[in-house]
């Protein structure tokens, strides 16, 4: 059974140009959130989808869009790049643990896309 | 605005001993309160989480402390053993939004 897989797995870039990133989350998970980890900080989140619509948006600029399609698998898009774009990007499924009110939300990251601008 | 903060950035302990790692939050709407460890070039990975409405969940070798009064966090690891060398990460979680921590980097010495 696949985790989440991520690809790239490196790649490099210049000032100015666009990336994509692709996802696929857990097999039947519906969910998929994308986190930004700068070097020496914790995971930043970008933005989460759940079957197809975007449920909630982190504080990035507009250069930063993503999409789900219908087989859950998603895209980030990071336009104008900057130097500070530099970063691990991770896609996470986001799976419910447990029941009831005892069931916490555990999000499953992949190995994460490291991104670096020059 | 950092709502989950980790104050130690790093931690060295001898193999044997208890490994205590720290976490302070801000938001009292946070619902869930998960702990996870990375290695270099693999993404989080999820080890023990707590709601908002216990203060300990113990899972072999790691418990979780959570004092909601003082808006803190903490994870023991007992006995830490080397293969537990790796970056610890606190995250909250208010209505399925995550929040992370700027991770705590833990050196087991054999």
């Known amino acids: 059974d696949a985790g989440v897989t991520q690809s790239p797995t490196h790649l490099i870039k210049t000032r100015g140009q666009h990336v994509t990133l692709r996802c696929s989350p857990i097999?039947?998970?519906?969910?998929v959130s994308w986190y930004q980890q700068v070097l020496g900080q914790g995971p930043q989140f970008i933005f989460q989808?759940?079957?197809?619509?975007?449920?909630g948006r982190g504080n990035f600029p507009d250069r930063f869009s993503a999409r789900q399609f219908p087989n859950y698998s998603s895209e980030l898009n990071v336009n104008a790049l900057l130097l500070g774009d530099s970063a691990l990007y991770l896609c996470?499924?986001?799976?419910?643990?447990?029941?009831?009110?005892?069931?916490?939300?555990?999000?499953?990251f992949g190995a994460g896309s490291r991104l670096t601008v020059l | 605005d950092q709502q989950v903060k980790q104050n130690s950035p790093s931690l060295s302990v001898q193999e044997g001993r208890i490994s205590i790692l720290n976490c302070d939050y801000t938001?009292?709407?946070?619902?869930?309160f998960l702990w996870y460890k990375k290695y270099p070039a693999e993404g989080p990975t999820f080890l023990i989480s707590?709601?908002?409405?216990?203060d300990k969940n113990e899972d072999g070798r790691f418990t979780v402390f959570l004092n909601k009064s003082a808006k803190h966090l903490s994870l023991h690891i007992v006995p830490s053993q080397p293969g537990d060398s790796a970056v610890y990460f606190c995250?909250?979680?208010?209505?399925?939004?995550?929040?992370f921590g700027t991770g705590t980097s833990l050196t087991v010495i054999p």
């Open positions: 995250a909250a979680s208010d209505r399925g939004q995550f929040y």
């Open positions: 097999s039947g998970h519906k969910s």
């Open positions: 989808y759940y079957e197809k619509e975007e449920r």
């Open positions: 707590i709601s908002s409405i216990k």
């Open positions: 996470a499924s986001n799976l419910r643990q447990g029941s009831g009110v005892s069931g916490a939300n555990v999000l499953t």
């Open positions: 938001n009292s709407m946070f619902d869930y």
